[in-house]
């Protein structure tokens, strides 16, 4: 996925302001973690114990929702 850019500028004493790029991610507690191969959910009150018994069958067996932020209500107005 391609993070939107957001860029700061970061500011000391001794070297006044400089640019930074930086980007925005969406917070993972707001996607869907599913099972691969599927579209079951691998959390609802609780990790699924079929999908999850531990993490790392949790990390092989399920998967983060991408986002695509230019087609979400996330994306930065122009102008």
Not at 35 to 63: I, M, Q
């Amino acid at each position: 996925e391609v993070h939107p850019s957001l860029p700061l500028k970061k500011c000391t004493l001794a070297g006044g302001c400089v640019l930074v790029n930086s980007s925005i991610v969406l917070d993972s507690n707001y996607r869907w973690l599913y099972n691969l191969g599927g579209y079951t959910n691998c959390v609802g009150t609780a990790f699924d114990p079929e999908f999850c018994p531990n993490v790392e069958n949790c990390a092989a067996n399920c998967a983060l929702e991408v986002v695509d932020y230019a087609s979400t209500s996330y994306t930065r107005s122009p102008g």
